[in-house]
């Protein structure tokens, strides 16, 4: 019997933490909570302070039971799950469901997994801390009354299965709204002028100095006018200016941060991001991954002291502590870093690729935070002309000092300005310096639309904006695309022509020049569900939608956690207002929402409609009638009812297209709930996606077919011709008999090919008998599962 029991929420945690206690301590895992509200029901006591009904869900009973006997036998229990409001309502599940007694209990708290960390949780324990418990309660209540509310509105009103979630929805609205800017959005042209000199370089040779005008022309008059003066005009340098710059490092990673930068530096999604630190932190390789501290400890500051001086030179150090800004923020807390600094990578024999450079990732950030600011000399050469005022300038930088970027620099979203001149070079030229003009261009330029959202940009403005917490950004991100309401496309940018005017050897030429624009890449897009499902939800629950809201909600969750409010009476205050509202919204009649209606079709006199259907959006021709009942097509990849026009929805009403007949059968193509189809012979034939059913050719389709049948003869080992619907087919599991809609494994120890057509038969009607005996036992057992 081992003395003291060690319970942690995850077995990889378990297992690096067995190997710093000694043989009196014995390490096991709850795998995550031990306990929850119901799934299936609402589980809030309203009418008794909103007190939740928790259970032990079926497949956490084993793991319980193995708990409770292991607690039995020891003589003390160390409560050591993470230091977070999850963390803790974990500790005081366990304490609860094990019914563990206060003399024999001790919680620990870590942010890091190793040997002096672990020791010193031991030598320090505490109580459960009840007040983040509370906190952590008060947001599950909160979403669970949100979610069970609003889904039942959301199934009358927009469509059934949709789910809705208070953190959930507000991330839907951000990138909803940013879908309205950018349909609204309407560019504006203008010309950017650059020109080009040559000067004497080193060396007797002629080099370029390239520059660009200070201002825009609005229009192509204004700037031709400018070649114009510039043809007869003399150039001169007129002043250059030096000036020295200082950049310094970025803070320590926070949770948020980190995710950020995975994903820009590593292409990495927030899920990834927050699994790979997850297995670093529970290895004992990183901090606490679940921060939003930029904290670091006077041992860790040590360490890259220690690092920096030995390794890279003692020039470079530069020891400093940053403060957090985000609010609400636990300083107690650390930035995620290295355990060691001392271990510069790790093995991918200790962990993924994925894992190794994030590691990498963080080390360098980490190391970075300690060294010595970036010295730079940024420069400005201002040329003017003697017959305007108007006036070129060039600008380089040059790094004197590299300071932490020799080890790493911040990179940026694809909507911040990053600065195009940083480590350019200027060639040496004197003030008063007359310059000879080898060509000047204006490029026609468009105002950009504003960015859609990366995962990266859209975690960066959720903390911008208070929504939500560290442990909150990836699974808001993850479930809001698992719910279809956004999608992560890439998406092919559109040719756009723009004008160029340029002036070479005293000549001025007009040309129109192509380009591609708008090129999307991992870009998080709203579907017409979440669309609609935001514009409802905007309509009649602003509070819910509202960003404000959402923030002081969470400041509120922080106030319940220092123990500075009672969680009840946030819930009821909320109840009051919502509860009414959701009851109101389900009695009133105010139809389905999303419906658009398009126009009347001019040839059979049918109002046309674009709407959420039951699989998704869809056109509906005409209206349900005791004499006719409407035709409804589904939308083509691309097209979405927030913007399809009556012409581009009538288009789609000529589908199924006919084609030439084949081996004298019918053939037709359409696009149905799962893309593009051709049907022949009675059977339907799946086209690839990309196929577009009103301009694909009869011998495209009949590629298809040739390929599908010789495929199916490939799998085919046996066919009846007295019993057509039965056959027995070769898959992924071995062969199976498939008859009328429905398959049936064949035995293993049956040769399929030595099956006759009884054979068969008899074998369907012993899996049958024997798939009914399952069923019926399993109804048998059931009401002893949910006694407990």
Request: hydrophobic fraction near 35%; charge should be neutral; aromatic fraction near 8%.
């Amino acid at each position: 019997m081992k003395k003291n029991l060690v319970i942690v929420e995850s077995p990889a945690k378990a297992k690096t933490i067995e190997k710093f206690l000694g043989k009196d301590f014995k390490v096991l895992s709850s795998y995550g909570h031990v306990r929850d509200l119901k799934k299936t029901k609402f589980s809030i006591d309203v009418d008794n302070h909103f007190a939740p009904t928790y259970i032990v869900p079926t497949d956490k009973k084993k793991v319980v039971n193995e708990l409770k006997l292991a607690a039995e036998e020891a003589n003390m229990v160390w409560l050591a799950s993470d230091e977070d409001r999850e963390g803790e309502a974990i500790a005081w599940h366990l304490y609860e469901v094990l019914k563990l007694c206060p003399e024999r209990t001790k919680r620990i708290v870590f942010h890091e997994i190793t040997k002096p960390a672990i020791l010193k949780a031991i030598e320090t324990p505490r109580d459960i801390d009840i007040d983040l418990v509370n906190a952590q309660q008060a947001r599950r209540v909160l979403d669970r009354i949100v979610g069970f509310e609003l889904s039942p509105v959301l199934w009358k009103k927009v469509k059934h299965s949709l789910s809705a979630g208070r953190v959930q929805s507000v991330a839907v609205r951000l990138i909803a709204e940013r879908e309205k800017e950018i349909q609204a959005f309407n560019s504006e042209a203008s010309y950017r002028v650059s020109a080009i000199f040559t000067v004497p370089g080193s060396k007797g040779k002629t080099v370029e100095l390239k520059t660009e005008l200070t201002r825009r022309f609005k229009s192509k008059e204004e700037a031709r006018r400018f070649l114009e003066s510039c043809q007869s005009a003399s150039f001169t340098i007129e002043d250059i200016a030096t000036r020295p710059l200082t950049k310094s490092a970025a803070a320590p990673f926070t949770t948020s941060t980190l995710q950020q930068e995975a994903a820009r530096k590593l292409n990495y999604t927030v899920s990834q991001t927050m699994m790979a630190a997850q297995r670093l932190y529970e290895s004992g390789k990183i901090t606490y991954m679940r921060t939003d501290s930029v904290n670091l400890s006077d041992l860790a500051i040590q360490g890259c002291k220690e690092v920096i001086t030995k390794q890279i030179g003692e020039e470079y150090l530069k020891s400093r502590q940053y403060t957090t800004k985000t609010k609400g923020a636990q300083e107690a807390h650390e930035a995620i870093r290295p355990t060691s600094m001392d271990v510069r990578t790790i093995e991918t024999s200790q962990g993924s690729h994925v894992e190794a450079k994030l590691y990498d990732l963080i080390w360098k950030r980490t190391i970075a935070s300690q060294m010595a600011d970036a010295k730079l000399e940024k420069t400005t050469i201002t040329i003017g002309l003697d017959n305007t005022n108007e006036k070129f300038a060039a600008t380089g930088e040059v790094i004197k000092f590299d300071g932490f970027l020799h080890v790493y620099k911040e990179s940026h979203d694809d909507d911040d300005d990053e600065p195009e001149n940083e480590g350019k070079l200027l060639p040496p030229v004197e003030k008063g310096q007359m310059l000879e003009q080898r060509e000047v261009s204006a490029v026609e330029r468009f105002t950009q639309r504003p960015p859609r959202y990366t995962e990266a940009s859209l975690v960066r403005k959720m903390e911008e904006l208070g929504i939500g917490r560290p442990s909150t950004y990836a699974p808001t991100i993850s479930t809001i695309q698992q719910r279809k309401y956004i999608e992560k496309n890439d998406r092919e940018g559109t040719e756009r022509s723009y004008n160029v005017l340029l002036l070479k050897d005293g000549k001025i030429a007009d040309t129109i020049k192509k380009e591609i624009v708008g090129t999307e890449k991992s870009k998080l897009f709203p579907t017409d569900i979440g669309l609609v499902t935001n514009r409802f939800l905007t309509e009649y629950f602003p509070n819910i939608l509202d960003f404000n809201f959402t923030a002081s909600v969470e400041k509120e969750f922080d106030e319940i956690a220092e123990g500075a409010r009672e969680w009840p009476g946030l819930i009821e205050e909320f109840y009051k207002g919502f509860h009414p509202l959701v009851e109101e919204i389900m009695a009133g009649d105010s139809g389905k929402a999303g419906e658009r209606t398009l126009g009347t079709d001019p040839v059979s006199g049918k109002e046309l409609f674009a709407k959420i259907g039951r699989y998704g959006p869809i056109i509906q021709l005409g209206v349900t009638s005791v004499e006719e009942k409407p035709r409804f097509i589904s939308l083509r990849k691309g097209q979405s009812i927030e913007t399809i026009t009556m012409e581009e929805a009538l288009e789609l009403f000529k589908l199924p297209r006919r084609l030439s007949d084949y081996e004298g059968k019918e053939l037709t193509v359409n696009i149905g709930r799962y893309g593009p189809y051709a049907f022949y012979d009675g059977k339907f034939v799946a086209l690839p996606k990309t196929c577009d059913p009103m301009v694909v050719t009869d011998s495209e389709v009949i590629e298809v077919i040739k390929a599908k049948r010789k495929s199916d003869a490939e799998r085919t080992i046996k066919t009846f011709d007295e019993e057509p619907d039965l056959r027995i087919l070769t898959g992924r599991f071995g062969a199976y008999i498939t008859y009328k809609g429905a398959n049936y494994k064949i035995p293993k120890t049956t040769v399929p090919q030595d099956l006759t057509l009884e054979g068969c038969m008899e074998l369907i009607e012993q899996l049958k008998k024997k798939a009914a005996g399952k069923t019926t036992s399993k109804k048998t057992r059931s009401p002893k599962k949910t006694d407990s």
